[in-house]
């Protein structure tokens, strides 16, 4: 992991460089397309998102956005990393500021088909506790959810 990315709150000025991780992550993960046009989710994350949410920014020393979380009071609603980041501890060390500033460690949810995403649930020591058919996503796309709750490394379900 390189120390001198930088860890930060989003500003409207990183919706670009957002969107751009958003749309690289979700190609490199999925066999099936965002289910919204790249030039609608980049207007949503720079009207929506960022403005309107906790949203942090890794970001390398060049300025290149390489990571994004966005935080509710309850859930991660976003959590992707440049695919050339994953791996690297990036993922760790964004969720860093979900983990400190919350009473109770937020969930997340993850499209089941993402093969690369539970490694970094499991680094974390999250549990699966809920499956579902796909039905509450815009994906339509088995889904999983996580809840940050100690469990031992064996004990971690990343399957149904």
């Known amino acids: ?11 409207t000025d990183d919706a670009a460089g957002i969107a751009d991780v958003w749309l690289a992550s979700w190609r490199a993960t999925f066999d099936f397309g965002p289910s919204h046009p790249d030039d609608d989710v980049r207007r949503w994350l ?9 949203c942090w920014v ?5 300025g290149r956005v390489v990571g994004i979380l966005a935080l509710s009071d309850t859930m991660i609603e976003q959590l992707y990393l440049a695919p050339d980041w ?8 964004i969720t860093a500021p979900a ?4 009473p109770t460690a937020p969930d997340l949810h993850s499209v089941h088909a993402d093969a690369r995403g539970p490694r ?3 680094v974390l020591a999250v549990a699966a506790v809920g499956f579902g058919d796909g039905s509450a996503n815009q994906e339509h796309q088995p889904d ?3 809840a940050w709750r100690p469990v031992a490394p064996d004990r971690v379900v990343t399957s149904p």
């Not at 992991?1 to 500003?11: F, K, L």
């Not at 890794?58 to 060049?62: K, S």
């Not at 983990?99 to 919350?102: E, N, Q, T």
């Open 144 to 146: 999983v959810r996580y």
């Open 99 to 102: 983990m400190a500033r919350r």
């Open 120 to 122: 970094i649930f499991e």
């Open 1 to 11: 992991m390189d120390p001198a990315i930088d860890i930060r709150r989003a500003t």
């Open 58 to 62: 890794a970001v390398e020393p060049a």
């Open 46 to 54: 720079a009207a929506v998102l960022v403005p309107r949410s906790e």
């Open 86 to 93: 994953i791996g690297r501890g990036l993922g760790r060390r």
